[in-house]
């Protein structure tokens, strides 16, 4: 195996024994080949878009669930991967005798094998160092494409559950997956290529907060409660709002507590969620937590999208997944045709477990910051800027993750000047969310954003502010600092720098899929800065901002 998909890989460099992850050599080899076949569908499908015919949707899903599949920390189940591999092929033959005849990649002419076995072979052809003689820029940035697709494929997984869609993200995923094939491509193709990945990551995150906002009304301010109740629970983790309304209609009424989890927290700020009176609160922090936080738990967990660890035998029973993810031997809740969800089993186990014995004294923390929320006080922040009570915005977020070099995100927000406002996104928030950073110009001066794909409302309120002042996001006296871990911040990253945004700091850890000439394009083309240490940094932000 070889896999460098992560913030976390092995070295800087790439995992090649087992994925730091949980995934083992098995795994990762089964999801190289899914990706492999899923370029194989979509050089097919390019012509066949370009002529102007219709991609069943079906096919549309099945490549997003398939790219999704692949995500860091999502599933981890062989038996799903062959599965995935084996409807690949009926799909690939399908669009292949529709496609017009030519010369097309080998990931387009390549048969499935059989059996596991035999497919775990061939997925030799199917790593990303495979072909020694590649050029390392071009490598560099077929795998930013690549991981900027899977996280785009996150969010129109999310939009797609509660039936919003693009076409035009549609078709960029064939379109951008035939990209990282075409040998024809130039380095300067393949530039433009990834920009424009990042313009289908804005688009699908528009199309996602549509769906969000649309059906669940806009974030408001509401505190939510981060310490535990008395009585039986389930925890839902993940970010997807559609199952989270589910359990909640399904446990209504029954004595079942429900939490929140990780990204799941910003949930707390949609009315349409929030009326449950019975979603009593947030449990635990980030992803790299769960280990510890759900060992011996004596209630569930959902698990309806990524991050997924190792489950530990202590809570093994009592943990479900949904969607496409899973881990082998647990139990995942399948969608019915009806397009419901039966949580009955996970309902019974938790009221059988019993719950937490006492209640814990109530901490609160405020959500509910999106664009609509932030923006409804556009006048009294533009008022509080040009008479100086407001100096600078800090945006503080992204990905948190279990490798050293993350305090740095805390000791920055902690050294922020209170004359300056935090917006936060994303699980990076846990690192600093539980600290009181007090007020100003009467507005609370750290403002939760949101989920991950909420970079879209950060975008928004920028924008706004920008044209309050008749300037560009740029010229603002804002700075962007990002934490990064797996492939829904590449896609992230590349919306921001599609919008022209410069000046971003970006750690723990530079991505070690960029290649050095790539990096050195990043920089010289946007101004992109690695972390170095939170005083210094803070102190070039301000100065350059005077």
Not at 370 to 382: D, F, R, W
Not at 457 to 476: E, M, Y
Request: hydrophobic share 35%; glycine share 8%; proline share 3%.
């Amino acid at each position: 195996m070889f896999c460098y998909q992560c913030e976390q890989t092995m070295g800087g460099k790439g995992c090649t024994k087992s994925g730091v992850c949980g995934k083992t050599p098995e795994i990762a080899n089964l999801q190289d080949l899914l990706i492999y076949q899923l370029k194989g569908i979509s050089c097919y499908a390019k012509p066949l878009i370009e002529e102007g015919q219709i991609i069943d949707k079906e096919i549309v899903k099945f490549v997003e669930n398939g790219l999704f599949t692949t995500l860091t920390n999502v599933n981890f189940d062989a038996q799903v991967h062959v599965e995935l591999l084996k409807e690949s092929q009926r799909i690939k033959e399908g669009l292949r005798s529709k496609a017009p005849i030519g010369e097309y990649a080998d990931a387009a002419t390549y048969n499935l094998s059989d059996t596991k076995e035999e497919m775990l072979k061939d997925s030799v052809k199917a790593g990303i160092m495979y072909d020694q003689d590649l050029d390392a820029d071009i490598r560099s940035l077929r795998s930013t494409i690549l991981y900027g697709l899977k996280g785009i494929s996150a969010y129109g997984h999310q939009a797609r559950f509660i039936n919003y869609q693009s076409d035009q993200v549609d078709h960029f995923y064939f379109l951008g997956l035939e990209a990282t094939t075409n040998d024809n491509l130039t380095l300067e193709d393949l530039i433009r290529m990834t920009m424009r990945t990042g313009e289908i990551s804005v688009e699908v995150m528009r199309i996602l907060d549509e769906a969000n906002t649309e059906t669940y009304q806009n974030p408001s301010p509401h505190k939510v409660n981060v310490n535990i109740k008395k009585g039986p629970f389930i925890i839902v983790s993940g970010h997807d709002l559609r199952d989270l309304e589910l359990l909640l209609q399904q446990t209504e009424g029954k004595g079942i507590n429900i939490y929140t989890h990780g990204e799941m927290l910003p949930c707390h700020g949609y009315p349409s969620l929030n009326k449950y009176k019975h979603l009593v609160g947030n449990y635990g922090s980030a992803w790299q937590n769960q280990q510890k936080e759900f060992d011996n738990i004596p209630g569930c967990i959902l698990m309806t999208t990524n991050c997924l660890m190792r489950p530990r035998e202590s809570y093994k029973d009592r943990i479900f997944t949904t969607n496409v993810v899973g881990w082998d031997g647990i139990k995942n809740v399948k969608l019915n045709e009806d397009a419901t969800k039966d949580f009955g089993e996970i309902i019974n186990k938790a009221l059988q477990l019993g719950g937490f014995k006492e209640d814990e004294e109530e901490k609160k923390i405020l959500v509910g910051f999106g664009h609509h929320e932030t923006l409804s006080h556009a006048e009294t922040i533009v008022n509080a800027v040009k008479e100086g009570q407001i100096k600078h915005f800090f945006l503080i977020g992204g990905c948190d993750g279990a490798k050293p070099g993350r305090n740095y995100y805390t000791e920055f927000a902690q050294q922020v000047p209170k004359d300056c406002v935090i917006l936060t996104l994303a699980c990076g928030k846990y690192r600093f969310n539980k600290l009181d950073f007090g007020t100003v110009a009467g507005l609370p001066r750290l403002l939760d954003v949101g989920q991950c794909n909420d970079a879209y409302s950060a975008v928004r309120i920028a924008s706004a502010l920008a044209d309050a002042f008749d300037t560009n996001v740029n010229d603002l006296p804002l700075t962007i600092v990002l934490s990064w871990y797996e492939q829904k911040a590449v896609a992230d990253l590349l919306a921001l720098l599609s919008l022209g945004i410069n000046g971003m700091y970006l750690g723990p850890s530079l991505p070690a899929f960029i290649s050095p000439n790539v990096l050195q394009y990043l920089v010289d083309t946007f101004d992109i800065k690695p972390i170095s240490t939170p005083h210094d940094d803070l102190k070039n932000s301000l100065q350059q901002h005077c």
